[in-house]
């Protein structure tokens, strides 16, 4: 069973950055989409960054574009979003899943790709 363990939230000022980390287990990250979402109070669940395991492809939605870097460390089963300047309406609980590979908009077509979730983190971006 593929499980995935989410970590590194936590509280930072507007204009700060804040590093993400999602180890998936279970199996390789060469065998899904690994797309980072997140879910704002009162807000429907958005995907903000995906990566195809196997090559390292990557695809960003607009809000998050150009600040918003999704990576992965196969080695390590591991796949990080680093979050630069930061913004209060970034504040949201943040999740990662996996899901195959179904095409190449990784961020798009979620409910067709079978996901596993992780836990979410909290991410709290001070004015």
């Known amino acids: 069973e593929v499980q995935l363990q989410a970590s590194g939230g936590g509280l930072v000022q507007t204009g700060g950055s804040l590093r993400l980390s999602c180890v998936v287990s279970?199996?390789?990250?060469?065998?899904?989409?690994i797309g980072w979402f997140r879910q704002a109070p009162g807000k429907e669940r958005e995907a903000v960054s995906c990566?195809?395991?196997?090559?390292?492809?990557?695809d960003y939605p607009g809000s998050v574009k150009g600040r918003f870097t999704i990576s992965s460390d196969k080695n390590k089963s591991t796949v990080y979003l680093q979050m630069n300047s930061l913004k209060p309406e970034d504040t949201a609980v943040y999740y990662c899943?996996?899901?195959?590979?179904?095409?190449?908009?990784?961020?798009?077509?979620?409910?067709?790709?079978?996901?596993?979730w992780g836990q979410g983190t909290l991410v709290t971006v001070s004015s």
């Open positions: 279970g199996s390789t990250l060469d065998d899904y989409v």
């Open positions: 990566i195809k395991g196997g090559d390292g492809s990557t």
């Open positions: 899943a996996a899901g195959i590979d179904l095409t190449a908009f990784y961020c798009a077509d979620w409910e067709f790709r079978r996901p596993y």
